[in-house]
């Protein structure tokens, strides 16, 4: 595991820089929190709600995170053409050197930060140029491919896309997708209204935004984040999950399709809120942004956050230190021992018979009362001490007697009173046996593998014990702190590790069990 290291420094300048960009938002701090985290992994935010609920304010709000950022903003139309978002054609070039070119400078090429509204209602042109951007980084402006440095692209609308497969791509290419709706609060609501501060307006010390040479040695920093065995383990959980939700046949109209791509992508996004958190390490609490990744549409949204917490609560640390693969080792071990150690012996003795299934048969010479059969379960409640009302059948199994009782002195026998005085019978037995554990004494090469392969299994035990105990701390300690991440998560990584620090416990207890069973 890698030694996880905090750039305390980093991170502090990222939270100084999200408290100025979220300062005068009310209940749109997560989407911008968001916005600023897909900029930086280079990838896109979908913002899903009515107008007027600040999809806008997010990405003017956006371009002030960077030093020199350059915006562009355009509200899509069915009557919206490439040249009002790429820019228009070049006439001095299309005259003089007959080459198609657009001027890029003040349109969407050309910026850092993009906005685009209601994006469902642009053309093929715009959508098929719009894809190579996404995907690439590259717009192809006349015969020439243009490499673009938009950190950020924002797209929003009032709806989802009709179910139409031309519009599948483009809204793949979403990585984020974020749910707005009005202010919730009474409060935030009484405080929105009567704020008179212009909210597109920031003021950011230089020093906490980014410069272009800044974010290119990011790009690279995020690439070297480690993702630890619990992440990658989270993800292969979850991924499984959402390959047998939509192989049910009743999910046919509630799939979530999910394809490599994005898996990769989230994974960049992982990697970002990381670094930017100052952790050259991912960890659990990150993978909740997964819940932002993976709904289609926002009925899915409680079900994608359902699978995606049980995954981290049951199966994070769980599978990062193979507790499972572990536990099946221990129980190996313990059967191989015990084959060798304890031999199955056969005993011939003496049994009680059962008659009719449920009585012991009384051996009686005499007619002192009637009844001669007893209940099994009433005789074995018996002892030497008490006696107790017993039950007495006869051979038909009809109630004769109701008299007190207790065992007798004799091995299988019982004392019963009747008339004040005590009368003594023998119960009727049978020829039986039983098996026995005889313990042996393993030979010494046998007992020395056997140590090995202990000593080998503590190992790696006491191993996990100390990752969890000593590379873990400064991970917990964070957990609340996620700049990205909602604190009411923090709980669920929490438990899962105490289950498998306890789990570890348990099974160092069961392995040392297994040793004294052969050297005790």
């Known amino acids: 595991m890698q030694i996880l290291t905090i750039d305390a420094q980093l991170r502090e300048r990222v939270r100084e820089l999200l408290s100025g960009l979220c300062n005068g938002l009310y209940e749109r701090e997560e989407a911008m929190k968001l916005a600023l985290l897909t900029a930086l992994a280079g990838e896109s935010i979908f913002l899903l709600g009515p107008p007027g609920v600040g999809k806008s ?53 050309g910026a850092n930060v993009v906005f ?62 974020l749910e707005l709706g009005n202010i919730r609060k009474f409060q935030n609501f009484v405080n929105m209204i009567v704020d008179t501060e212009d909210v597109y307006q920031v003021e950011l010390p230089a020093e906490v935004q980014f410069s272009e040479a800044e974010l290119v040695q990011f790009d690279a920093a995020i ?20 390959d ?7 999910n046919q109209d509630q799939q979530i399709p999910i394809h490599d791509r994005r898996w ?30 993976l709904w289609s549409r926002p009925d899915q949204k409680d079900l994608i956050e359902e699978m995606v917490t049980d995954a981290i609560r049951r199966h994070g640390y769980t599978m990062a230190v193979n507790l499972n693969l572990l536990k099946r080792e221990v129980e190996d071990f313990e059967k191989d021992v015990n084959e060798e150690i304890r031999v199955k012996h056969t005993v011939a003795e003496e049994q009680l018979l059962v008659v009719q299934e449920d009585y012991y048969e009384l051996i009686k010479e005499d007619q002192q009362f009637e009844g001669f059969l007893v209940p099994v379960k009433q005789f074995r409640q018996l002892n030497l001490e008490d006696t107790h009302v017993i039950n007495f059948f006869d051979a038909k199994g009809n109630l004769v007697n109701r008299l007190r009782a207790k065992q007798g002195l004799g091995t299988f026998s019982i004392e019963v009173l009747h008339n004040d ?61 996620n700049l990205f991440v909602e604190a009411r998560y923090a709980e669920v990584v929490k438990s899962n590790l105490r289950e498998v620090q306890e789990a570890l416990q348990k099974v160092g207890l069961g392995l040392e069990k297994v040793q004294f069973s052969y050297v005790g």
């Open 57 to 109: 304010l997010i990405a003017r709000r956006l371009k002030h995170a960077f030093r020199d950022g350059i915006s562009f903003e355009y509200l899509m139309s069915k009557f919206s053409t490439p040249d009002e978002v790429f820019g228009p054609v070049s006439i001095k070039k299309l005259k003089e050197e007959d080459r198609y070119e657009r001027l890029t400078e003040r349109y969407l090429p």
């Open 116 to 177: 685009l509204d209601e994006i469902w209602k642009a053309g093929p042109a715009i959508q098929n140029a719009l894809l190579t951007i996404l995907n690439e980084k590259i717009y192809r402006n006349g015969d020439q491919d243009l490499r673009v440095n938009i950190r950020g692209i924002i797209t929003a609308s009032n709806e989802l896309p009709s179910r139409n497969a031309s519009l599948d791509p483009i809204w793949d290419r979403f990585l984020l997708r």
């Open 223 to 242: 690439n070297a984040v480690d993702v630890p065995a619990e992440v990658l383990n989270t993800i292969q959980v979850l991924k499984l999950r959402i």
């Open 244 to 250: 047998e939700h939509n192989a049910r046949p009743n």
């Open 264 to 293: 990769k992508k989230i994974v960049r996004l992982l990697r970002t809120s990381a670094f930017l958190n100052g952790r050259n390490r991912v960890d659990l609490m990150d993978c909740f942004l997964m819940i932002h990744c």
């Open 421 to 481: 005085r005590s009368h003594t019978y023998s119960l009727r037995t049978k020829k039986g046996e039983r098996q026995e554990i005889i313990f042996k004494k393993p030979h010494p090469v046998l007992q020395k593998y056997w140590e090995e392969r202990f000593e080998q299994i503590r190992s790696y035990v006491r191993k996990q014990e100390e990752n969890l105990r000593n590379n873990l701390p400064e991970e917990l300690e964070f957990l609340e702190q």
